[in-house]
């Protein structure tokens, strides 16, 4: 294996001419240039230098290293500082995947603190919802996911191999017509709802209405399905049913025709943000954690 250093010494001896000279320009002795050359050319085999009493030339093999040399080193170079630009977050980039309503409210306020300290640090945005985006992050394709799971719900043990920024617990609300006979309750029992239809959002939390719903006594007819939060809204506004969304969604969207109620007893959803344990470590994406906590914190 060629190592750097030594590299260095080659090309400070065909510059110069002579160990002796090598040595004062790399501020060492003569004997350490000496042992380095020997110990690059045991690596790559072949001499690399002719030695004919004082005076010293390259042989072809070293001719050819002292050319690439040049473009190895400056490269070194530029790694290093790319790195070290990295380390100190005037650089480097977070790829971010997050579910629609933490798009929405936590993220933006996140990524406006994250870019106000560290300008030289980019971060990309995805939405997935769990479970698509924790894979995402196990896959390798993603840095940062945020990700949600409801209280009580089966697969605690589900983020055990990740690392978890826990950022906040998001209550859910229902969310019935202005007109509706309890949209002026202050607060509601799912089972209340049993006899009316109802609009589902993403695939699990759609699991998590029929569970709750089933829980209160129930199985909610579902007339309408979608992932668009401000479409369920948009639905619920036009009396076309009722529907259960996270408190972060309502934030999200301006719920016109629609009001929201609470729910008894409450159900809630605990929203964190996931990374894997070597990333936590690198600065941008403890960082971009560091402000997605900060940024729950006013939400």
């Not at 799971?149 to 978890?164: H, I, Q, T």
């Not at 209550?171 to 609009?199: M, N, Q, T």
Request: charged share 20%; with cysteine; hydrophobic share 45%.
């Amino acid at each position: 294996m060629i190592e750097a250093r030594h590299l260095r010494v080659l090309r400070a001896v065909a510059t110069t001419g002579s160990f002796s000279a090598a040595g004062r320009e790399l501020g060492c002795t003569q004997p350490a240039v000496s042992q380095q050359m020997k110990a690059l050319e045991a690596s790559v085999g072949t001499p690399l230098l002719v030695r004919n009493g004082r005076e010293m030339r390259l042989t072809q093999a070293g001719e050819a290293l002292v050319r690439h040399a040049a473009g190895i080193l400056s490269g070194l170079t530029a790694a290093e500082e790319e790195v070290a630009a990295i380390a100190g977050l005037r650089a480097g980039r977070v790829r971010l995947v997050s579910f629609p309503s933490g798009s929405s409210t936590l993220v933006p306020t996140a990524l406006a603190a994250l870019r106000a300290a560290h300008p030289g640090t980019r971060v990309s945005l995805e939405e997935a919802e769990p479970p698509h985006s924790v894979e995402l992050l196990r896959e390798g394709d993603c840095d940062v996911a945020l990700a949600f799971r409801y209280e009580g719900a089966a697969g605690a043990g589900e983020w055990d191999d990740l690392v978890v920024r826990p950022l906040l617990t998001d209550r859910l609300v229902g969310l019935v017509p202005e007109g509706h006979r309890l949209s002026r309750a202050e607060s509601v029992a799912l089972g209340e709802l049993a006899a009316e239809p109802w609009i589902a959002g993403c695939p699990r939390c759609r699991g998590q209405l029929v569970e709750a719903c089933e829980s209160a006594g129930f199985t909610p007819r579902i007339d309408f399905a979608t992932d668009d939060y401000p479409a369920v809204v948009g639905l619920v506004g036009a009396g076309l049913g009722v529907a259960v969304l996270p408190q972060l969604a309502i934030d999200s969207v301006r719920p016109r025709g629609a009001r929201a109620v609470a729910l008894e007893p409450a159900v809630r959803r605990e929203i964190v943000a996931l990374t894997l344990s070597d990333l936590a470590k690198v600065p941008a994406v403890a960082a971009t954690l560091d402000e997605l906590a900060r940024a729950a914190t006013r939400a």
